[in-house]
C-alpha cells in the first residue's frame, strides 16, 4: 500500500525530532550536568528556583516546577520550585503599578521580589533574546542567583548577559517546535538527575 504524502510528512516529523535528540545528546550532556548540580546545591542549601518561559514555554516553565515540586518518578520530599506567572491577572496587576514598565519587566519585577541571595532562576525560551527574558536574567543577577537559560541554537541574547557561574543549555536547532520538544527532554533530564542526586540510583523493578 502506497504511503501518502501527508503519511510522510507526519513521519518525516518523527525523524526530524529524533535525529535532533541524537545530536543533542552530544552537545548537550555537559550542560545538563552543569544545571543539574547547580540546582542540587542550590535547592539543598535552603534555595528556591524561579522558573520562566513566554508563550509555549510558559507551559514549560508550570511542568517542571510542579515535576520539582510534586514529584517526577519517584516519591520524595518536594523541591521549592515556583513558576513565575505572565498571564492576564498577574500582568494586569503589575501594569497598574507606576514603576512597573510594562510587560517587558513582569518576569523582572517577580524575580526582584521573590528572589533572594542563594535561589536559582530557569528560563525558558526557544530562542533567547525576549526583552523581558533579559531583564529577568539581570534582575536575578542583581540578587546573587544563579541562572540557568535553556535556549535555541545560538543561546540568543541571553547568552550575552550570563556570568560564568551561570549555565547555557542551547538546543542545536533553528526550527522553534523542534526545540520545543528538545526542552521537554532537557526538563525531563534534569529532573532525574536531581532525584538520582538526591535519592540514588532507582532499584530495578
Do not use: N, W
Request: glycine share 10%; with cysteine; hydrophobic share 50%.
Amino acid at each position: 500500500m502506497m504511503m501518502s504524502m501527508l503519511e510522510q510528512r507526519i513521519q518525516q516529523q518523527f525523524f526530524e525530532s529524533a535525529d535532533l535528540k541524537y545530536q543533542a545528546a552530544e552537545v548537550l550532556g555537559r550542560p545538563i550536568e552543569q544545571a543539574a548540580a547547580a540546582l542540587v546545591a542550590g535547592l539543598t542549601a535552603g534555595g528556591r528556583l524561579l522558573v520562566a518561559g513566554l508563550g509555549a514555554s510558559a507551559s514549560l516553565a508550570q511542568l517542571v516546577a510542579a515535576e520539582l515540586m510534586g514529584c517526577f518518578e519517584r516519591e520524595r520530599p518536594g523541591l521549592a520550585a515556583l513558576a513565575l506567572g505572565v498571564d492576564g491577572p498577574v500582568l494586569s496587576a503589575l501594569a497598574a503599578l507606576p514603576s512597573a514598565g510594562g510587560f517587558d519587566t513582569v518576569l523582572a519585577r517577580q524575580v526582584e521580589t521573590l528572589g533572594q541571595p542563594g535561589d536559582l532562576l530557569l528560563l525558558i525560551d526557544s530562542v533567547g533574546d525576549h526583552p523581558a527574558l533579559l531583564a529577568a536574567a539581570v534582575a536575578a543577577q542583581g540578587k546573587d542567583m544563579t541562572v540557568i537559560a535553556l535556549t535555541g541554537r545560538t543561546g540568543g541574547a541571553l547568552r550575552g548577559v550570563l556570568s560564568e557561574t551561570d549555565v547555557l543549555v542551547a538546543v542545536p536547532h533553528d526550527r522553534r517546535v523542534r526545540v520545543l520538544e528538545t526542552h521537554l527532554l532537557v526538563l525531563h533530564c534534569l529532573c532525574d538527575a536531581i532525584d538520582l542526586q538526591l535519592l540514588g540510583e532507582q532499584d530495578p523493578a
